[in-house]
């Protein structure tokens, strides 16, 4: 028996964005706004949007199959 998703199934199909930040006390991940496109998070990153960036991770829940 599998678990249920914490992930709503209507947000499956997204590209979702974290910003790794390092703080005071600490690193931690940003979320960034839902629907923000890669294009978008690059300009905010290289505009200054986020401070000491350490990484960013990039991932899409589900993958469509049969697509190019």
Known sequence: MSSPSIVPNDRLNRDFHLVLEHFRNGAAFRETDEGITYVSLIDD????QYGDVLNRVSTRSIRRTGEA
């Open 45 to 48: 990153l290289l505009t200054g």
